[in-house]
C-alpha cells in the first residue's frame, strides 16, 4: 500500500487554510470532470482530488493524516497497513467511515480506505461523533459509523450500496436527509445489534450546500454580463437555462426556486443561488486581441468612474 501526498494533489502547501483547499479542489475537479474534460487519464485525477480533498476537508480526518505524514512517508513510499485506524499507530483514527458508492464520495484508494475506515466492528463511536439524533440512541451491541452521500443521493432519495466490517449492504437514502440524521439498519451491527448510518454530505465539485440551498459559481464572460444572456446552468435535477439580466456585475446572486434539497415534513425545497463570476477569456489571435483595443477605445474615458 503505498503513500499518497494529498496536498500535492490538490497543488497546495500543508499549511494552506481550509478556503485555499476548497478552492484549489474546486479549480481541479471542474477542469477534470468526466463530463467536461477530454484529458487523457482526466477520470483519474479526478478521483484522486476528490479523494485528497475528502482526506483534507475534515479536520479530524485531516489530522490523522498530517500525523502519519510526520513520520516522513513520501509518495510511492510503502505504508504497513498495521497500525492503521483501530487506536495507536501511524494513523491514530479512531472513528468508522462509510462513502456511498457514487458522486463525489467513493472509488477511494486502499490507502484512504486503510486510514480512514476501520469497519464498523470498533469500539463505539470516537471523537467527532455527534450524540444520535431523532431516536438514534445506541442500544447494547449497536455500533455507528458515518455515512457520506453524494448531493445526488439526497435529491433523487434512493439507494446505495455500501461496504462495512467485510459486508455489502444497500441502503436507502430518504429524499432530503439532512447531516447527522440517522439510518438505522436492525439487526446489522457488528455485535448482534444495529447499525446506525449518520449522514454527512460528500463533497462536491460544483456545488456547496447552505441549509437547503445550492450554491453554485457560474462563470460568464464579460459581455453576457453587460448585454445579458441566457445560459444552461446544472443543477440536481440536470440541465437548466438561465437568463442573465442586462447590466449583471461580479458576485451578482441568481436564485432557481425550488431547484435546491427537497424539504422534509411539510418543509418548502430550498433554491438554488447562482453567483456571477465574469471572467475574461484570453485572446488567442489578432482578431481578438483587436475586438479587446475596440472595447479598451470605448470604455477608456469613463469605466473608472462609474
Known sequence: MQFKDYYSVLGVEPGA?????????????????????????????FKAVNEAY?????????????????????????????????????????????????????GFSDFFESLFRRGAGGPGPGPGMRGGPRGAAMGAGDTRARLAVSLENVHR????????????????VPRGIRPGQVIRLAGQGSHGGDLLLEIEYAAHPKFEV????????????????????????????GQVELKIP????????????????PGTGGAASGD???????????????????AYEKIREAFAEDWRRE
Request: avoid cysteine; aromatic fraction near 6%; hydrophobic fraction near 35%.
Open 246 to 261: 442586462a447590466g449583471s456585475e461580479a458576485g451578482r446572486k441568481l436564485r432557481l426556486r425550488g431547484r435546491g434539497l
Open 272 to 290: 438554488q443561488l447562482v453567483e456571477l463570476e465574469i471572467q475574461a477569456p484570453t485572446p488567442h489571435d489578432l482578431r481578438q486581441r483587436e
Open 157 to 172: 432519495g434512493e439507494s446505495v450500496r455500501i461496504a462495512i466490517d467485510g459486508r455489502s449492504f444497500d441502503v436507502r
Open 54 to 106: 475528502e482526506a483534507l476537508r475534515d479536520p479530524a480526518r485531516r489530522k490523522a493524516y498530517d500525523q502519519l505524514r510526520a513520520g516522513g512517508y513520501r509518495p510511492g513510499d510503502e505504508v504497513p497497513p498495521a497500525g492503521f485506524g483501530g487506536g495507536g499507530g501511524q494513523g491514530g483514527f479512531d472513528f468508522d467511515e462509510v462513502f456511498a458508492g457514487g458522486g463525489a464520495g467513493g
Open 210 to 237: 447552505d441549509g437547503r440551498n445550492i450554491l453554485y459559481s457560474l462563470p460568464v464572460a464579460p459581455w453576457e454580463a453587460a448585454l445579458g444572456a441566457t445560459v444552461s446552468v446544472p443543477t440536481l435535477g
Open 17 to 45: 487554510g481550509d478556503a485555499e483547499i476548497k478552492s484549489a479542489y474546486r479549480r481541479l475537479a471542474r477542469k477534470y470532470h468526466p463530463d467536461v474534460s477530454k484529458e487523457a487519464g482526466a477520470e483519474d485525477r
